[in-house]
């Protein structure tokens, strides 16, 4: 059984300890790749050692959509992505997030500015995009259309039934993170996203199938089944397409 983690965060510290464990129990468990994605700056380096000494793990450049300090990170994250367009898999994780608006933190018109930026380097650059959504799905889908974005990862989205039909219906992936063994939420956007624009994240070190566990690619063994029961379909089957829709999105053989 083949299976693919779409997006997680393996540089952060949680994994500092027993990193190439959890990339160890990955390969165990069937992964055949790894998709993380760091959102700082300093992050990004110990991103790229990862995915120069593991052939499991790719890399997608980002930035913490909410919490970004100022232009001048946006700015030094758009030269990290230019500077290693050859080792990266994507632009992103990018998007927009309007759960906490914090009053020193950027606006929702600034978020929509720096998006479209981003959403534009990732087409001159011919690379997919890993989006970020939270509490802003319908925004994010409808900048993503008016840019005319077309390799899309939506990370863990949380739409509603006709968001994904939206996204759906553009060829953009939908990424169902492994806490769908416990979200209603979660389990709602899996029941409307087929299984050829359905690709499977852990998003580690978070959403965990058990809230009080840290998070690791391994897991996605466990949302695969659970997708795979919700759909009615063969676990082999979800595994060994969710995986192809990942490898296809990412540009991987
Ligand atoms: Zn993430």
Sequence with gaps: MRLFDAHCHLEEEAFDGDRDEVIERAREAGLVGIVTS?????????ALRLFRNHQLVKVSIGLDVAEY????????????????????????????????????????EKQKEVFRLFIRLAKELDKPLVIHS???????????????????????????????????????M??????????NNVQKVAGATPVDHMVLESDS??????????????????????????KGIDVEDLAEITTRNAMRVYGLG
């Design 174 to 183: 939908v990424s169902i993170p492994t806490n769908v063994v416990r979200s």
């Design 205 to 230: 070190p978070v959403l965990a199938p058990n809230p009080k566990e840290r998070n690791e690619p391994a897991n996605i063994r466990i949302s695969a089944k659970f997708v795979a029961e919700m």
């Design 69 to 108: 300090g100022d232009e001048e990170e946006v700015k030094v994250t758009m030269d990290l992505i230019r500077a290693h367009v050859d080792e990266i898999v994507a632009v992103g994780e990018v998007g927009l997030d309007y759960r906490i608006l914090r009053s020193d933190g950027p606006s929702k």
């Design 134 to 172: 939270l509490w802003a799905q319908r925004p994010v889908l409808r900048v993503l259309d008016e840019e005319g974005a077309e390799r899309v990862v939506l990370h863990a989205f949380g739409g509603t039934p006709e968001d994904v039909r939206f996204a759906v219906e553009r060829g953009w």
């Design 38 to 46: 760091p959102i700082y700056p300093e992050d990004a380096e110990k």
